[in-house]
């Protein structure tokens, strides 16, 4: 079947409805049907397929990296299957209106193409029923809210039946194909409702999936931690962060995400939860209200799920440059959230010292939970810490947990875990070994006892190398510590009592295979830095693609006219020739479209013999026979009209002209198509 009449453009037309696009689905029916109905005809050779078909992949390409490089994973895949029908709209036209029935395999693959060469035989296709397919999977990929998911359920179900229809069994009662279609319709919408909920669902999952190509989901109100856990603490060695320092400026050592200040049953929480906006300078640049100088500068590259989360930042950033987001939000525990932004940001934080977008200390700052009050108590007892003197306090305080404590992530068995202590008791009395948030936790406390108001923040270390003042951050360097306020400047101050060992008991846990990811983490930065923007080689490419698919579309309309005028000069040559005016050349013309054109030193009669003897292989299949004996006549005329001194008398000239047409009206009745 050579076309779907009507039923590809209602196809169509339903495609435009539900795209929102409809003048542009009526326009593209209105050019199949209509052009249907006036028979319109395109001499078009096997070259012009190839070429229609070259120009339809350019564009699919154009438009993958366009949509893909613009939105966020699923709102790109989403726009692109919506254009699907117009991407292929010109092979289509080539389809019914050209003069193949099917199209042979070699226009869509490359590689066949290559085989023609060697004379290897190939099989056709018929792409309308594909394309009507295709018309209706791109209406499905629609988000449609749920009063017009009936209306949708309703076309699509009409046009499939439709379609239904023009294949049904002939050998049923027509009762027996409506019932049949009464109860898959009934069972169609069921299905569509449940697989609009399987499609929420894999899209959740998917979006879960790419969570795990950036930094989880940190919760600013509230820290969750693995004191009193059993087992061993397992981190990956994923990249989640890129760091760039500037040239001769130190590198900091810690980036914070969030800071809690009230403790009880291992979790910590921020009492102070709202949130206020920063002021945006423009659309990328963001100042907090903080009057400080900032000369320090720190280039930062990381990924957000869902294009929102809490950016890791040095202590005492006054500003951020170039990070694009629809809201900045800061909170009076310092924690920075933003929210719409995309799903890959390279920007820079500029920091000094005194910055600070914390609130000044409160209650829950000095404050012990009763739990641990006992224990707290008589450590600090043992230190005898002063508040009055907070150097001297820190000082004593690192000192004990240098000197007295080690650092470790196997947190033991559950028969070595205390009855009478809490886990974090315990690891001040009795193990004395821990990570990073037993000891964080246990210096928040002990200064609150000592009267030195205290605080527990959380975000990562930045320690390892990467290159000329880069460094690269992996989730196994996510890192608890202590801040800590100091009265003689007014501001708060990161402590850190973890053991320097924690790094390398870190890297000791790296795994074998991680230079293979961190290959791979990197062919995805660079990647997400041209998908993003970050990186001129994105307009480059798309301008590229623009480019081929412009110069190809020209190449197919400037090579149409090249054909038609060399065609008028031929017809002009040949008309000049006796017999030049046969009608016997129209025939001709019509077996070369059909892939089975004359041979460049191969007379007619040599050609007729070549085609009588392949008839099996010829496009009109059990009529190729019959077509050829037919032409057997017609051919002896056009040699006597060619090349006899005396010419045709007027009657055989005129049966000339009647048998080469009611030869290629009865072939195109037989709907021939390339098989070679």
């Not at 389809?95 to 190939?122: C, H, M, N, T």
């Not at 923007?533 to 490419?541: E, K, Q, S, T, V």
């Not at 090249?562 to 040559?573: L, P, S």
């Not at 025939?587 to 089975?596: K, N, S, T, V």
Request: hydrophobic share 45%; charged share 20%; proline share 5%.
């Amino acid at each position: 079947m050579k076309t779907l009449p009507w039923l590809t453009g209602a196809a169509l037309l339903f495609w435009g409805w539900q795209a929102g696009y409809g003048w542009l689905g009526a326009l593209a029916a209105a050019t199949l049907e209509g052009g249907r109905l006036a028979r319109w005809s395109w001499s078009l050779t096997p070259v012009d397929y190839r070429r229609i078909w070259d120009f339809s992949g350019a564009l699919f390409v154009f438009l993958a990296v366009y949509f893909y490089s613009s939105q966020d994973l699923l709102s790109a895949s989403h726009a692109f299957l919506l254009w699907l029908p117009l991407i292929f709209f010109p092979i289509i036209l080539a389809q019914w209106f050209g003069p193949l029935e099917k199209i042979d395999y070699r226009v869509f693959w490359w590689w066949l193409r290559f085989r023609s060469r060697a004379g290897i035989a190939v099989g056709v296709i018929g792409i309308a029923p594909l394309y009507f397919a295709l018309c209706l999977f791109s209406t499905t990929v629609l988000n449609m809210n749920a009063p017009s998911v009936g209306w949708f359920y309703l076309g699509f179900g009409l046009i499939a039946m439709a379609a239904l229809w023009q294949i049904r069994p002939r050998h049923y009662a027509l009762w027996v194909w409506i019932m049949a279609m009464i109860l898959a319709a009934g069972a169609g919408f069921e299905g569509q409702r449940r697989l609009h909920q399987l499609q929420e669902a894999a899209e959740k999952a998917f979006a879960n999936w790419l969570m795990h190509r950036s930094p989880a989901d940190l919760n600013a109100n509230e820290s969750r931690t693995a004191i009193g856990q059993i087992g061993r603490v397992k981190l990956s060695g994923r990249i989640v962060l890129r760091v760039e320092t500037q040239p001769g400026q130190p590198t900091p050592s810690l980036l914070r995400q969030a800071t809690y200040n009230v403790y009880g049953k291992e979790t910590w929480v921020s009492r102070q939860k709202s949130f206020s906006p920063v002021t945006p300078e423009d659309n990328e640049n963001w100042a907090f209200p903080s009057n400080a100088p900032s000369k320090s500068q720190l280039k930062i590259a990381g990924y957000f799920s869902r294009g929102e989360g809490l950016l890791s930042l040095p202590r005492g950033t006054a500003r951020i440059e170039n990070l694009p987001s629809h809201q900045m939000e800061f909170s009076p525990m310092g924690a920075v959230r933003v929210k719409e932004a995309p799903g890959f940001v390279q920007f820079r934080a500029c920091y000094g010292p005194g910055n600070s977008i914390d609130s000044d200390f409160g209650e829950e700052d000095l404050q012990v939970p009763p739990a641990e009050e006992k224990v707290i108590t008589e450590v600090a007892n043992e230190l005898a810490m002063d508040a009055r003197q907070p150097k001297v306090a820190l000082q004593a305080l690192q000192r004990f947990f240098i000197e007295k404590f080690r650092y470790t992530t196997y947190l033991g068995t559950a028969h070595e875990q205390s009855k009478d202590l809490t886990p974090l008791g315990d690891f001040l009395l009795r193990k004395r070994a821990g990570h990073c948030e037993y000891f964080a936790t246990a210096t928040v406390l002990l200064l609150r006892k000592a009267g030195i108001p205290a605080r527990y923040a959380v975000g990562y270390a930045i320690h390892e190398s990467n290159g000329k003042n880069q460094y690269v951050v992996r989730e196994r360097h996510g890192h608890a510590w202590c801040q800590v306020y100091r009265a003689d400047n007014k501001a708060w101050e990161d402590f850190d009592t973890t053991p320097d060992s924690w790094l390398s008991v870190e890297e000791r846990n790296a795994s074998l295979t991680q230079p293979l990811s961190d290959f791979f983490s990197r062919l995805w930065f660079e990647f997400s830095k041209w998908r993003y923007g970050a990186a001129n080689l994105r307009n480059y490419i798309l301008i590229g693609l623009a480019i081929a698919v412009v110069l190809l579309g020209l190449q197919i309309l400037l090579q149409r006219r090249r054909k038609q005028a060399a065609g008028v000069v031929q017809a002009a040559t040949i008309q000049h020739w006796p017999g030049g005016d046969s009608e016997f050349y129209e025939i001709e013309r019509f077996w070369a479209g059909a892939g089975w054109g004359r041979a460049q030193a191969e007379t007619p009669r040599q050609w007729w013999l070549r085609l009588r003897q392949n008839e099996a292989s010829l496009p009109a299949g059990d009529k190729s026979a019959e077509l050829l004996a037919s032409l057997d006549l017609i051919l002896r005329l056009h040699y006597r009209h060619r090349f006899d001194p005396e010419g045709l008398p007027a009657a055989e000239r005129a049966w000339l002209r009647e048998q080469s047409q009611a030869w290629l009206a009865s072939a195109r009745r037989y709907k021939m198509a390339t098989t070679s």
